[in-house]
């Protein structure tokens, strides 16, 4: 069933694209710089905001994609917020959609263009498409495992950072990390390391992909933020990997932090600095 879906000739990886770009003309671009008080609500606290874009978008795309693949489930950001139980569906026999319909919601509520929707098409743990969507800034990044990344339909090249150069790398935001989680990310303040604060997780894989940031570093595994944004690095011609030197998990239990960079190097020399910042990393999620 999965591959007949994901065959070159069957359409349905477009049909996606246009249920990705419909949510966001439906659903979050009418409320771009439009939102009332009332459609911004804390989940965790002051910095873990969601909108009513959020959940209509998400809404709009769980019925969408379900339709276009029968017997599919979906695991988006909101509804494993009201029930986590929905998270398990990954490491079950169905095909998943992993969805985010706003990465980026603190951008979006501030009305700055960082933000994206985020989809990615996975079976039994392996990320087989993604499509990564900026709508503010008109740019549609896709993924298919196997057949190479593109950017508004051009082919993407991750490349390799110049020899010597500083590496640039974003990494989890300070807002979005406890004590202990800063401590282990220290190891980046170190020399021939340039690192700052990411904003969205899927627009700083796509920086990745695209060669315009070397590497990202995050110590929170789920899988919405990650799973399009990774397959996206990967088809560009980049790698990742776990603080215990294999690749994220999109189930969980991954050793953290992880990064993705531009090339093998890249990923060593950031892990390296990883490691010196996080002795004894293990198995967590935030």
Known sequence: ????????????????????RAAAAAEIMPRYR????????????PHDLVTAADRRAEEHLTAAL??????????GEEAVHADPSVYDALGEDAPVWIVDPVDGTRQFVHGEPGFCTLVALAHRGEVLASWT????????????????ATLNGAPLH???????AVLRVAMSHPDYTSDAQKRALLGLRTE????????SAGLEYLAVACGAQDAVAFNWELAWDHAAGLLL??????????????PYRITGGNALPFTAARDAATAGAVLTALRTGAPGSGPSGA
Do not use: W
């Open 1 to 20: 069933m999965i591959d007949d879906f994901l065959a070159a000739d069957a359409g349905n990886l477009t049909e996606v694209e246009a249920a990705v």
């Open 34 to 45: 439009q939102l009332a008080t009332h459609e911004i609500v804390e989940k965790s606290g």
């Open 66 to 75: 379900t339709r276009l693949l029968p017997g599919s489930a979906v695991v």
């Open 133 to 148: 969507y900026a709508p503010a800034l008109g740019e549609m990044a896709i993924a298919v495992r196997g057949r190479g």
């Open 158 to 164: 991750s490349g390799s950072p110049a020899p010597g």
């Open 192 to 199: 021939g390391i340039e690192a700052r604060p990411c904003g």
């Open 233 to 246: 690095v990967a088809e560009a011609g980049g790698t990742q990997s776990t603080l215990a030197g294999v």
